[in-house]
Nanobody
């Protein structure tokens, strides 16, 4: 059971990279899937979630309106489209089965390991 995040790298201020989260050992449609970010010197925080049942999406205030979480059941993958990047978006991004989905800032990982995550560095 594993979720692997990828797609990070060096991004420009205002850029629009897309992160991918591929699941193995389970189906992403059966669990709430959350994205987390650990900024330099800070604790890991939940920033977005997609609900397993109704596909509602939820965002932490700092990314709301700029990031979009989506799910491709056929590819067993969850994506995080990041738009209008800011320097404060720099950090390691992780994905995980998580809850409570409706409160991303309060999310905790439900199972599995964190994995290595994917580093996004925003240049100003």
């Amino acid at each position: 059971v594993q979720l692997q995040a990828s797609g990070g790298g060096l991004a420009q201020f205002g850029g629009s990279p897309r992160l991918s989260c591929v699941a193995s050992g389970f189906h992403v449609g059966h669990y709430h899937i959350g994205w987390f970010r650990r900024a330099p010197g800070k604790e890991r925080e939940g920033i977005s979630c997609i609900h397993s049942g109704n596909s509602n999406t939820y965002y932490e205030a700092s990314v709301k309106g700029r990031f979009t979480i989506t799910r491709d059941r056929g590819q067993n993958t969850v994506y995080l489209q990041m738009n209008n990047l800011k320097p404060e978006d720099t950090g390691v991004y992780y994905c995980a089965a998580a809850s409570p989905c409706s409160e991303p800032a309060s999310m905790t990982k439900d199972f599995g390991s964190w994995g290595q995550g994917t580093l996004v560095t925003v240049s100003s």
